[in-house]
């Protein structure tokens, strides 16, 4: 077992003689109350420091009094540079459903990288575009991508944001859901560690990879059951910024294999690689087991929605949100029509839809 981290916190003489261990147990149940002639981030280190006391009077006491900081002392303290990191992480966890606290941490240079993916996981918009703009942690600490590409609320604007920044901007032909911005660029990056990992992710050096993954196989050749295990347990082992890479260098194996990756940055990284092919999008368009942002992708390419088969792919996919699977439906022909009619495949309004267009057409 692994020993407890020690935190080693930085006290003014006033400030220590409240939180030092040997001080009576009558001065340090006062000091946890909180009514205290200090300024905020010393005060909220005291306490922090308190809730660590053995007596359980002072913990608990301690622990309330920071949990109930007014928000002009909680604010001072979130935004202060010498804010203790791990004091920074404990307030994060207390104040996880304050949005506007916890915008406040996000843009905090103090806060630690574990504290920056807890931020990553939160439903709160601000905060989420807050940490994917900082381009420096995300190569620093891949963690982070993986919490904002597991975030449900991690908009497509962000996505765009994040995989521009690593190389893979959107087509011209993908029509954008919401304003993305500025995109990143390499320039906004200055730490000399994150650089040489953004230029090793932009590279061109596909030797970390398998040659199954890169390699494009002919058409004669296929892989079998347990090459595909095999290539699969290899792609579960990459981290996130290595499948974002794969998925601008890899083959049509390892693009299928991303596609359906449950981290949706990743599977976006996948639908938007260069070397996709038309027969490729039109099978994803299909295809139940990928992500519905995948196929809302998919449904904002204008090259690819000029092929009649990806028209009908989305209409009659169920994976399909239904407003980007009702756009199609109207331009599907009438014997797809009667067949999304008599379906119990497809979610109830896009069959009403092609019911409705049939009675427009007196078809039926």
């Known amino acids: 077992m692994s020993e407890p981290q020690t935190i080693r ?40 420091a308190l809730t660590h006391d053995p007596d359980t009077r ?31 992480a404990w307030l994060a966890e207390a104040w996880r459903d304050h949005a506007e606290r916890m915008e406040t941490l996000a843009l ?39 919490a904002l590409g597991a975030n449900p609320i991690t908009s ?26 500025t995109e990143p660029t390499l320039a906004e990056v200055t730490d000399e560690s994150a650089l040489e990992a953004l230029r090793d992710l932009l590279g061109d050096d596909a030797s970390i990879f398998a040659p199954e993954l890169v390699e494009e196989l002919s058409e004669d050749e296929a892989l079998d059951a347990e090459k595909q295990g095999n290539l699969f347990a290899l792609v579960q082992r990459m981290n996130v910024m290595q499948k974002i890479k794969l998925a601008r260098m890899g083959n049509k194996e390892a693009r299928g294999l991303l596609i359906r990756d449950r ?58 949100p239904v407003p980007t699977a009702m756009r199609f439906v109207g331009h599907l022909q009438e014997r797809e029509l009667r067949g999304i009619m008599k379906s119990k495949d497809v979610p109830t309004p896009i069959s009403t839809q092609a019911r409705r267009l049939l009675q427009k057409k007196g078809r039926i």
Request: glycine letters at 4%.
């Open 156 to 181: 497509r604007a962000t996505i765009d944001r994040i995989l521009g920044f690593l190389g893979l901007e959107r087509p011209a032909a993908e029509t954008p859901d919401e304003a993305t911005g």
């Open 263 to 320: 981290n949706k940055i990743v599977a976006s990284a996948a639908i938007r690689s260069p070397k996709i092919t038309g027969q490729e999008v039109e099978g994803f368009a299909k295809a139940r087991n990928v992500s519905d942002e995948v196929l809302r992708i998919i449904a904002s390419n204008r090259d690819w929605t000029k092929s009649y088969n990806v028209k009908l792919a989305l209409a009659t996919n169920p994976k399909c």
């Open 108 to 146: 905090n240079a103090a806060a630690d990288d574990r504290t920056t993916v807890f931020l990553a996981r939160l439903p709160h918009r601000r905060v989420v575009d807050v940490v994917a703009n900082n381009q420096t942690r995300l190569l620093r600490h891949a963690e982070i991508v993986e």
């Open 9 to 48: 916190l930085v006290l003014s003489p006033q400030a220590e003689k409240y939180a030092r261990r040997d001080a009576p147990v009558e001065v340090r149940r006062m000091a946890a109350a909180g009514a205290l002639p200090l300024e905020p981030v010393e005060l909220a280190t005291v306490l922090f």
């Open 58 to 88: 002072v913990k608990t006491r301690a622990r309330e009094s920071l949990e109930k900081l007014p928000d002009p002392v909680a604010n001072a303290v979130l935004a202060a540079a010498e804010t203790h990191p791990a004091l920074l």
